[in-house]
């Protein structure tokens, strides 16, 4: 099947022109003035804007937290996604102590194979990290999952040492991997969380005074001094503080191979929302916790600067009765916030229609970035002839308004309710098929399969990610 989409304005990364696009078996064949040229569809996209397909680096889909499951599972989630213009989807496969990690990926490829409605790939998170288990990071990387989420916070649970994260480092330099770090100051959150359960300060908004911008500049830091020492490059996930925007800067600025993302929650979302009453404060818990409003503008400063490269949504939506188990201890309360569905319009209202950045920093954060990254390009966060064929076709004069009366998102509320964005999806496509058409999904069964990542541009000599 042969697809044309006509008169867009094409934005990448580097790029802004119109031209038409020509698409084949998934892939696109041509771009150019392809006036008179014969498809099996048309897609008129004359007056909208045509991006690369938006690639979430940070997901987590039907995973298991704190007792519970979080509330989206691979249908509803990439369903989610796909309406909100993202094509591919990076989730976390979590490895159980004492386990080989690639047994937990196993069980993370049976939960998405036949559900997925956009393509997924997946990081690992080592919880557990022997000498004996090294050999499985290797063979990770040989099954297209080359990245490793590490975690500095929650001892005794997902933490490891800083003897282990060095550990990890070091065999990434040798097979090609790359290490992501989960920055917290574990042991000293830990001993702020006694003292606030101790004094019976036990509701929701002392889970973020128990986690203070500090503890997470803090890790930011030793995990960069960590990476400098191993020589390898890092990516540091949901960054959410001023402190640590400085951090990566000031490592970069000397030349340290660091990349960081943060959530749209960390730009837009105060830790007011925690104390909302009724127990509606539990819905924001989530790690870290979100800050005082002076941390937005340094991080959509760092976004605009290159300081911080991609914007995942760190996706791990719950419905309300699944949080009441921590009514009378906010340590038991499930973190996480949703976010799939949301984080292009976002992003494209509060960052380009703001004139915080440019449309082409917009796909760099939101696609190409993260492509690059995570081994994904250029066949994904590109256009361009032999890629694939993951549009959107965007009406920037178009309105969408945020509402859980709407979403697709399977949660029961929407931390943007009522917002009004500039901008509008018409379509999106996944190797060169339709899927969602006016923000409805419309492809007749599930769409996404799995891609495989390869080595991370952050290895590579040259510079490709800003």
Not at 59 to 64: G, M, R, S, V
Not at 312 to 331: I, N, S, Y
Not at 349 to 378: M, Q
Not at 399 to 417: F, H, I, M, R
Request: aromatic share 8%.
């Amino acid at each position: 099947m042969t697809t044309l989409v006509e008169g867009g304005r094409i934005v990448t990364a580097a790029e802004d022109y119109e031209a038409d696009i020509l698409i084949e078996a998934g892939r696109i064949r041509a771009i150019g003035d392809l006036e008179g040229t014969e498809a099996d569809e048309i897609i008129d996209a004359s007056g909208h804007l045509v991006f690369p397909g938006g690639i979430d680096p940070h997901t987590h889909l039907d995973t298991p937290v704190a007792g519970t499951v979080i509330s989206d599972d691979f249908d509803t989630g990439t369903r989610a996604a796909a309406v909100g213009g993202t094509t591919t989807i990076i989730d976390f496969a979590i490895q159980e102590k004492g386990a080989d990690p690639r047994s937990s990926l196993m069980r993370w490829h049976e939960m998405a194979d036949g559900k997925a409605a956009v393509d997924y790939a997946f990081h690992q998170i080592i919880t557990d990290l022997p000498d004996s288990l090294l050999p499985s990071l290797d063979g990770l990387v040989t099954e297209g999952v080359t990245s490793f989420k590490l975690f500095m916070a929650y001892p005794n649970v997902w933490m490891l040492d800083d003897g282990a994260i060095f550990k990890a480092m070091r065999r990434t330099a040798e097979n090609g991997g790359f290490i992501m770090l989960h920055c917290e100051n574990g042991h000293a959150i830990d001993a702020l969380v006694k003292e606030s359960l101790a004094r019976g300060d036990s509701d929701p908004i002392f889970h973020a005074r128990t986690r203070p911008a500090l503890a997470e500049d803090e890790a930011t830091r030793r995990g960069i001094a960590l990476a400098e020492m191993a020589g390898v490059p890092l990516y540091i996930v949901h960054m959410s503080s001023a402190g640590s925007a400085r951090a990566m800067a000031e490592a970069r600025e000397r030349g340290v191979p660091a990349y960081a993302e943060t959530c749209p929650h960390y730009l837009l979302l105060t830790d007011e929302r925690l104390a909302e009453p009724g127990f509606r404060g539990s819905q924001y818990v989530c790690s870290p916790p979100l800050r005082s409003a002076d941390h937005h503008d340094p991080l959509w400063d760092a976004l605009a600067a290159g300081d911080l490269q991609t914007v995942g949504t760190d996706h791990a939506p719950f419905f309300f009765e699944q949080r009441l188990v921590g009514k009378d201890d906010f340590t038991k309360i499930p973190n996480g916030l949703p976010g799939i569905e949301w984080r292009m319009g976002l992003l494209y209202h509060f960052g380009v229609a703001l004139g915080r950045f440019s449309l082409n920093r917009f796909v760099e954060i939101t696609s190409t970035n993260a492509a690059k990254l995570f081994g994904l390009y250029p066949r994904k966060g590109e256009i361009a002839p032999g890629s694939d064929a993951d549009l959107v076709v965007f009406d920037p004069a178009g309105s969408t308004e945020l509402s859980v009366a709407t979403q697709v998102t399977n949660c029961d509320y929407n931390p943007y309710e009522g917002m009004v964005l500039q901008g509008a999806i018409r379509a999106v496509l996944l190797r060169g098929r339709a899927i969602v058409r006016d923000g409805r999904y419309v492809a007749p069964r599930p769409a996404g399969g799995f891609v495989r990542s390869a080595e991370s541009a952050a290895l590579s000599s040259s510079t490709l990610v800003s």
